[in-house]
């Protein structure tokens, strides 16, 4: 089965710098990558995603690329803000099977 | 209507209690999960369901028990829990069949403490 791993597990950064957050999954089979954002006590909330068939998207400060052929993809906020803290789960999954999620990465913005 | 509702948003039950945990969606979606998601930790499926069938088991504990009414409900059955299945249990629904077909809109979840 698939299996996705997330690094770091922690990561602190300045206001106003960039974070990069990597995932890299098992399973070729695997055509759609989301990321999700959850803040303490809420829900899981998509922040972006990404299929198979595209290498890099982009929505104002957040970007996912992907690399499919060595199996990699990662999360990236520009101008990071102290409301970007959270935890981010990155997943996998292929089209009738499970979710897989990452085991997430603990994001802390210093003002 | 974006949302997906759970309730009840807290419980408190004792190791020889029954009671469920419910979930619903009018976004018309084909496919419902439950998953159990303790501190610090990413969620894990429990159950999917794909039109209204259960699709995926990951080899949960016969004391959970699901049920889908219907395309707009799920259920989750609790009797006879231990403290360590203390935990926020999430639903979450998709669009068509279980997986890649887009994304999972998630419920508040229910906060579960079992003493």
């Known amino acids: 089965g698939e299996n996705v791993e997330q690094h770091p597990s922690t990561l602190s950064v300045q206001e106003g710098d960039s974070a990069v957050i990597k995932c890299t999954y098992s399973d070729s089979a695997s055509n759609y990558f989301p990321w999700y954002k959850q803040e303490l006590g809420k829900r899981p909330q998509l922040i972006i995603d990404i299929r198979s068939n595209v290498g890099e998207k982009k929505d104002q400060r957040i970007a996912v690329t992907l690399n499919k052929t060595a199996k990699h993809f990662s999360l990236h906020i520009t101008e990071t803000q102290p409301e970007d803290s959270a935890v981010y789960f990155c997943a996998a999954t292929t089209y009738g099977q499970n979710f897989v999620f990452g085991p997430g990465t603990r994001l802390s913005v210093l003002p | 209507d974006t949302e997906v509702t759970q309730t009840p948003k807290h419980l408190v039950m004792g190791m020889t209690n029954k009671k469920s945990l419910k979930c619903e969606q009018h976004m018309g979606h084909r496919a419902m999960y439950w998953y159990k998601q303790k501190a610090k930790k990413p969620p894990e499926l429990m159950f999917v369901y794909s039109y209204e069938k259960l699709s995926i088991n990951e080899s949960v504990p016969s004391r959970f028990s699901p049920e889908c009414p219907n395309s707009s409900l799920l259920n989750l059955h609790l009797h006879a829990l231990q403290p360590e299945d203390s935990a926020l249990y999430l639903c979450?629904?998709?669009?068509?069949?279980?997986?890649?077909?887009?994304?999972?809109?998630f419920g508040e979840g229910s906060r579960l403490t079992v003493l």
């Open positions: 979450a629904s998709s669009a068509g069949g279980a997986g890649g077909s887009g994304e999972l809109f």
